[in-house]
Each structure stands twice: as structure tokens, then as C-alpha cells.
């Protein structure tokens, strides 16, 4: 027996459950040592989930975009924010790029109905006093709020994005953030989850993206 337990074999077996059965804490994704991102601090990593709390944030957002396809209404969406950083604002102004972009999902009721998408840029933080307005773009402001995030990588496709929210939601069932999650949805039904993309279209390598649900925190405070 103390020959087996000693044995390289056994211990490659142990060390691979390990790394099956550890808290799935996601990536810091890359692209946010390059340019700026949210600052955020995670509270908690779960099996397929990590909870993070975000600091007050501002949004450039457009308006809601209907579509059949998540991916048509995010680069509508990307290229009319792009206009917006490359200058066409009322001040004229160039805006530095900043990830992730996000898109707000609110799911339609049935497979060939239209679906509402709100694409957002995050703003820097030295134009969030006085973000620059522009036609048919509006400011969100949130404040300190707690998230449930899952990573996945590769491009976002149409076809896959219900399996990883749907992925996300399931993994929070079973956790001490269920109830969080299950009261910020009834606050705001419109919102099913929301995705975030750190990557430039171009790069085709390393690509991070990430689910987020949104946690109810008076609930959530009773989790931590």
C-alpha cells in the first residue's frame, strides 16, 4: 500500500482530481494589462463561477437593438461606439479603447423573434465626469454592485451563448449565491445576463469572454 500511495502514477491521479474538483477562478483577462479595464475584487470563486465586486462604473450605451442575432446587434452596436471613441461626439473628442465591451441580453419569448441587445463602452475613468454625449447614445451609471461571472473563450457564436449563460445559472443554483442572483433577476426581468467581450475582432488567439449575472447585494450580504 505505502508503495502505491509513493507511486508517480498515483500521485499524477491525485493531482489531476485536484485540478478537477478546484474553485474555477477565472483568468485576469490579458487584454486589461494593455489598456483600461473595470477594477473589480473577487469575493468568492465557485465550481464553473467567480463572484466579483466592481467598483462604480460608467457606460457609453447605445440604444436597445433588436435582432434575431446576438452577434449582428454587438457589432452594430461596437461600430457605432467605435464612431463614438474615434471622435463623432459633440466635443469632437478621441476616447482612449477600453474593455470589455458589453451587451445587455434580453432574451425573446420565442426561436425566430427578435431579441433586445443594449451594446455599452465602458468609459475611461478620467472622461467619467464628463463623458462626451453623442446621438443616439446615452450614459449608464452604476454604482458598487457584485457579479457572477463565467469565463469561456474563442469568438461568441449565436449558437452557443444560451449553453454558456444557461452553464452559469446552473452552477449558481447549488451555491450559497443562489438567492442573490434569483432576486436581482425579479428586480430587473429585462436583463437575462450580460456579456462581455475583451478582445479586438482581429485576434484570433486567446480570446477571453465572460457571462455576467448581476447579484442582489442586501441579499448577497447574508452569503458573505
Known sequence: MANLLQSPLYLAL???LLLLFAPARGEFP?????IECPSYGVV????GFEIRRYNSTAWMSTEAIEDVSFVAATRAGFLQLFDYIQGKNAYNETIEMTAPV?????PSDGPFCASSFIVSFYVPKKNQPDPPPAAGLHVQKCGP???????FGGFVADESLGEEAAALNASLAGSKWASAADKARRADP?????VAQYNSPFEFSGRVNEIWMLLDDEEA???M
Open 14 to 16: 491525485i493531482l489531476l
Open 102 to 106: 458589453i451587451t445587455q441580453v434580453s
Open 30 to 34: 490579458p487584454t486589461c494589462e494593455r
Open 145 to 151: 454592485r457584485l457579479v457572477a461571472v463565467r469565463q
Open 221 to 223: 450580504s447574508v452569503s
Open 190 to 194: 429585462a436583463t437575462a445576463y450580460i
Open 44 to 47: 468568492d470563486a465557485g465550481n
